[in-house]
């Protein structure tokens, strides 16, 4: 049962008695309401979010985080805040300017700690939120390639064009790339690389040649989103150097990674890094 007891009042008139309640509950049960709590207002409209409400759910998510990270044992037994995850990068990514960006950052990373388990779950999933890019039809050669037409930027691309940019802070950008760049091998495994190719294609055609160009609060972020896309590159062209070409007849995932490093602003991106280094 639960325990409690009266505390006397101080006697003013406008005062009534104190009662001290001693109960127990499950934290995490409290941790699914402060985000269900949040998602409720999400609903209403983003002018009714606190923002002392957004920082409480952004620590939680950095909680789940680091315990997924340490402890991942415990994440099939807690399902429901791993689904609630979803929910927020769902409705938190269309507010655009007002977009929470460590939020829905620290999402990400909760998830990509989660797709080391379950990469296939994970990756279905977050594309149900419409955060990712995405082709709108098939990329039957490399003209396709070059011209983009069957891409669509996402959600991502609204974030990074409407906040990120203009705030010179990448924090969904750097993690995206973290979770791209740590599903390649476990895709390659599952012969389901080419989910890969929007995202790719995205950084190939929109992060990596103007990555050196913008404006940046912290400036050791650059090297780190310069990096992380050599980082994808290079495994992209390691992992699947193997693959057997597709019977399809389409462009595979190395191909267009290979393409693009030799025939777009991508391939001068990289002579400029190779040519005068990254801090310049």
Same mark, same amino acid.
């Given at each position: ?16 008695? #104190? !009662? ?23 609903? /209403? ?12 759910? /952004?620590?939680?998510?950095? *909680? ?57 779950? #994970?990756?279905? @999933? ?25 891409? @669509? ?33 476990? *895709? ?49 062209? @390691? !992992? ?22 030799? !025939? ?15 801090? /310049?």
């Amino acid at each position: 049962g639960t325990y409690g007891r009266i505390i006397h009042d101080s006697g003013k008139s406008d005062e009534g008695p #104190v !009662f001290q309640w001693d109960v127990t509950y499950n934290g995490f049960d409290y941790l699914l309401c402060e985000i269900e709590e949040l998602l409720n207002h999400i609903s /209403t409209g983003a002018g009714n979010i606190s923002v002392q409400r957004v920082n409480r759910v /952004t620590l939680i998510t950095q *909680f789940l985080k680091a315990l997924y990270g340490s402890y991942p044992t415990v994440i099939p037994q807690l399902s429901s805040l791993t689904e609630c995850l979803y929910q927020i990068i769902h409705r938190v990514s269309r507010f655009q300017n007002l977009a929470p960006l460590e939020l829905i950052s620290s999402c990400v990373d909760c998830l990509n700690c989660v797709a080391k388990i379950h990469p296939k779950q #994970v990756w279905h @999933n977050i594309k149900q939120t419409g955060l990712l890019p995405f082709l709108t039809g098939n990329v039957d050669n490399f003209a396709e390639i070059s011209s983009g037409q069957e891409l @669509n930027a996402g959600a991502y691309g609204i974030l990074l064009a409407g906040s990120e940019l203009t705030q010179g802070h990448y924090p969904v950008t750097c993690s995206l790339l973290r979770m791209i760049s740590d599903l390649i091998q476990p *895709f390659y495994g599952l012969e389901m690389e080419q989910e890969l190719m929007a995202p790719v294609m995205y950084m190939l055609r929109e992060v990596f040649p103007v990555f050196q160009k913008w404006r940046y609060i912290d400036h050791t972020k650059r090297e780190q989103i310069g990096h992380s896309c050599l980082e994808i590159f290079h495994k992209i062209l @390691n !992992f699947l150097g193997n693959r057997k070409k597709s019977a399809i007849g389409r462009p595979q995932l190395q191909q267009v990674c290979i393409y693009s490093l030799l !025939f777009t602003e991508a391939g001068r991106a990289l002579l400029d890094i190779i040519g005068t280094g990254s801090d /310049t």
